[in-house]
């Protein structure tokens, strides 16, 4: 008697799927999956399988299901191997890494060195104080203590902060600048006379006089000669100081910054070079300091339109990498 051939399962498979690369380069190899589902055998069939093995079912049958085994085994670790190596790989590309920054070859103009009783002179982008690192401990604004007598002078830990604000804003104003917003030779405007808007009214006339923004032309010449933009970045303020002058009171704020700018190659005309201002001795991205002094204005005795919505501080004197960290004096009037 001879038994029907009972039809062999359909052989079962595995396959990877490889997408395309992705941005990092890196290829992706998607998990295994069935290409179909798993056979079902009956309990008839089994038995006849049992009782005919040699002539229903061929040796070569039961080697193949090792083998499917066997590969199923083997996948799966391959799988896994790829999953942990790609995971190493791609903890190793997410690192971060410094980004290009070009140097300027010594030749950017001057920036402002205010000095004591709102006077300023200037001097070469390589000769200035400031240095040292920004950390991301020193990104959170918001202080541990208040300054001494801050509290006893009636003001609040929202005062320090708008008077953040208020020197970050005049940083910021000050010390970039755009050849495209300059104003003309005879009357200089736009970049140049940014900041101006936050001064006491006795400070604006300090600046006209004393700021190498409206001195003379050395600085204008520079600016639209190379076509000059400077940018102030990651500026990081800090109250020091607070002071109390009759009636009057005062508030150091220190702001760190680094300065990005960009200008014509005097190498190669007509081609831009741009980058950090970088120290020429460490080359490292220079620190620089700009330190205001804060006249209180209280919010409710600002006027209709005051500057930056009423802060509650003006800036009456400021200072830039002053050596050994020096403060700009307290200026009557302020």
């Not at 038995?47 to 083997?74: E, V």
């Not at 003379?216 to 020091?240: E, G, S």
């Not at 990005?260 to 490292?284: L, Y």
Request: with cysteine; hydrophobic share 40%.
């Amino acid at each position: 008697m001879v038994l029907p051939e009972q039809p062999e399962p359909e052989e079962e498979f595995f396959y990877f799927e490889e997408e395309q690369p992705d941005l990092a380069g890196t290829p992706f190899i998607a998990p295994f999956q069935l290409s179909n589902a798993m056979p079902i055998v009956s309990t008839h069939a089994q038995q006849s399988g049992q009782s005919s093995a040699s002539l229903a079912t061929p040796a070569h049958a039961k080697q193949s299901g090792k083998k499917r085994h066997f590969s199923l085994t083997m996948i799966a670790i391959l799988v896994c191997v790829v999953v942990i190596v790609g995971m190493l790989i791609m903890n190793v590309l997410v690192q971060t890494t410094p980004p290009l920054q070009l140097h300027t070859n010594g030749t950017s103009p001057l920036i402002q060195t205010p000095t004591r009783m709102g006077t300023s002179v200037s001097t070469p982008t390589g000769q200035s104080q400031g240095q040292g690192r920004l950390t991301p401990s020193s990104l959170d604004w918001v202080p541990q203590q208040l300054p001494d007598g801050w509290a006893n002078a009636g003001l609040m830990m929202g005062d320090d902060l708008q008077a953040l604000r208020t020197a970050i804003a005049f940083n910021d104003r000050e010390m970039s600048l755009d050849y495209r917003s300059v104003g003309t030779r005879d009357h200089h405007a736009g970049t140049f006379i940014a900041a101006t808007f936050i001064l006491t009214p006795a400070a604006k006339q300090r600046f006209e006089h004393n700021d190498v923004r409206m001195m003379n032309n050395v600085l204008f010449d520079q600016v639209v000669t190379t076509k000059l933009i400077r940018v102030v970045i990651n500026p990081q303020p800090q109250v020091v100081k607070f002071a109390q002058q009759g009636q009057q009171q005062f508030t150091w704020v220190d702001v760190s910054f680094q300065i990005w700018q960009s200008q014509i190659d005097p190498h190669h005309q007509g081609q831009r070079i741009g980058g950090k201002d970088r120290d020429s001795a460490t080359n490292q991205p220079r620190i620089h300091h700009l330190v205001a002094l804060l006249l209180r204005v209280p919010p409710e005795a600002a006027g209709a339109n005051p500057a930056m919505g009423g802060t509650g501080w003006l800036v009456s004197n400021y200072a830039l990498d002053q050596a050994n960290g020096a403060l700009p004096a307290i200026v009557q009037p302020a």
